[in-house]
């Protein structure tokens, strides 16, 4: 019975470290992301700014998800810091993502709109798109997490099987 009680411990501890590194992990991942949610319309966009540094990275990523998607009614465009259009890209499903090249330091737009009369609510981001490193720490926390599952289910068989033998 011993082993099965450390074995629920040092599953239940991994479960928690598990769970630490995947909140760390999305913090480290979506530092730097600029986010912005609202209702479009005809009449009102939403626009969300991001300050980009070419020296620390040469791509960004953007995502726009549309709530309630009804085809081919809501579009997204990037602006640079010069405020010259460098992507345009129809909202064909219900979330997007896509790569722009950041060519210049400064202030990148990212601009939703829609040509319908009805409020449609959307949620944006733009940002530097995470290395590979970042990425990896949600890896990581996913795997100890496992770890610490299977833990415990090999300590509630291992119970079972001594609760068996002492009968």
Known sequence: MQKAGIILVVSGALIV???ILLVVGNQVILEGVFQGNGK???SQNLTIS???NSEKSSIGVFAVQVMEFKENIVSAKILDPFDIEIVSKNVDE??????FDIVDTGDYKLIIQTS???DI???GAIGPLP?????SLSFISAYI???GMVGLVGSGIYRIKSKKKSI
Do not use: M, P, R
């Open 17 to 19: 470290i598990g769970l």
């Open 40 to 42: 479009i319309n005809s």
């Open 50 to 52: 991001g300050e980009f």
């Open 94 to 99: 219900e979330t997007i993502e896509e790569e």
């Open 116 to 118: 319908s009369n009805e």
């Open 121 to 123: 609510q959307v949620f």
């Open 131 to 135: 290395d590979a490193g970042k990425k």
């Open 145 to 147: 997490l496992i770890i």
